[in-house]
């Protein structure tokens, strides 16, 4: 079917590179879009800070604005203490910033669409958020589960909320980014299908196929605005989930 | 009645979780509005509290959706 929706998903091998204890390891669309990903962040931030004008020039500024509002939002939710992160929360933004916006060109995969790529970050998170809480806090950490002030009666419900909310948020973490950007895009694709479908008809389906392309056209502006909000979102839990690390008792 | 239908109809009925979902957002964007509307000055350093609890609400209208999916294209 031409109009599937879910075919732009399709993961394809563009060339093998060959076999580790049976399991086949291949050069995928998805891979060749993280490495273009990476180039992109790469290339924008050495080409924007190679001149370090006092004056910044126009690239230099927009390189300064992402590091500004990551740095701000880093410090307002961790503290000071959780600047060493930054590098960490940096890199997350941007390559899902850029990952977002890369899949919104036509033909183009959008690597975060896939719940792998988005769960291996939360992991990431999630992990680096345990092993430092124990490093700093030792046993301190699990006070994270055991918020102060609660009468006895109910604390043991409340520590296994706490538990079950603390286990759910990789999950929750992983599965927003993914639904978001894989519902957008089926929703764009669907809407794309519709203006195909109605010109195949005729000349009432040319003037009737205006109303599904407007609305791809809203969708689409959309789109741009769910791709940032939607990295902005995963730097934002980032964030307070690293101060649960680093602050654990409520 | 025959499984495909059942899964067609399943996915249907997971979707309506969305709905919450999106109360739930537009609930905390309008009141966030109506706050930032009386005290406009301390609007801005709220905003992302706003967006941390629209982004806890979306995440569970999201799962609903992933239901659907999995019902449709996986199961």
């Known amino acids: 079917m031409a109009n599937d929706p879910i075919q732009q998903f399709q993961i394809n091998k563009i060339f093998s590179l060959g076999e580790v204890g049976g399991v086949e390891f291949a050069m995928t669309n998805s891979a060749i879009f993280m490495i273009a990903t990476i180039v992109v962040i790469s290339g924008f931030l050495i080409m924007s800070t190679s001149g370090r004008g006092l004056v910044p020039s126009r690239w230099q500024s927009t390189a300064e604005l992402i590091y500004e509002l990551v740095a701000s939002t880093l410090r307002n939710t961790a503290g000071t203490e959780g600047m060493k992160f ?59 589960f055991v918020p102060s002030g609660v009468p006895g009666a109910i604390l043991p419900f409340i520590v296994i909320i706490e538990i079950l909310s603390f286990l759910s948020r990789p999950i929750s973490l992983s599965l927003r980014l993914f639904g978001n950007m894989l519902a957008g895009h089926i929703v764009l694709k669907v809407f794309a299908g519709f203006v195909v479908s109605l010109t195949a008809a005729g000349a009432a389906g040319w003037l009737g196929a205006i109303f599904p392309f407007a609305m791809t056209i809203a969708l689409t502006a959309l789109e741009f605005l769910v791709a940032c909000l939607q990295a902005y979102v995963f730097t934002i839990l980032t964030c307070v989930y690293l101060n649960d690390a680093i602050h654990p008792s409520h | 009645m025959e499984a495909e239908a059942a899964k067609l109809i399943g996915a249907g009925i997971a979707c309506i979780g969305m709905g919450g979902a999106g109360i739930g957002v537009g609930t905390i964007f309008g009141n966030y509005l109506s706050g930032a509307l009386r005290n406009p000055s301390a609007a801005p350093a709220q905003f992302t509290n706003a967006l941390i609890g629209a982004a806890l609400a979306e995440g569970l209208g999201i799962f609903s959706l992933v239901v659907a999916l999995i019902l449709l294209f996986v199961a």
């Open chain 1, 86 to 144: 930054f590098p960490l929360v940096f890199s997350l933004f941007t390559f899902v910033l850029t990952a977002n916006l890369i899949g919104m060109f036509p033909y183009f995969f959008t690597v975060t669409s896939h719940i792998i790529v988005t769960l291996a970050l939360a992991l990431l998170v999630i992990t680096t958020v345990i092993l430092y809480g124990f490093m700093r806090n030792g046993m301190g950490f699990l006070k994270l």
